[in-house]
């Protein structure tokens, strides 16, 4: 049980940075580390913030069936 908290942690940590890297890079005057923090008291942030989690969960999940 504990190996696969640690590896969903560190696949978690993986897919955070990627959607930060990617928000940050779409919204230069805008951070992901900063809708992260809006998200906790706006419903449209935290929604967007979802949909950006949500893509790049998808997009890492192909490339490793493809990889």
Known sequence: ???????LGVREA????????RY???HPTDSFSDLS?????SKEDRRLMEDWL?????VMETD????
């Open 64 to 67: 490793a069936h493809d990889g």
């Open 54 to 58: 949500a893509a790049t969960k998808t």
């Open 24 to 26: 940050d890079s779409c």
């Open 37 to 41: 923090h809006r998200a906790r008291f």
């Open 14 to 21: 993986a897919m955070l940075h990627v959607a930060a890297s």
């Open 1 to 7: 049980m504990n190996g696969n908290k640690s590896r």
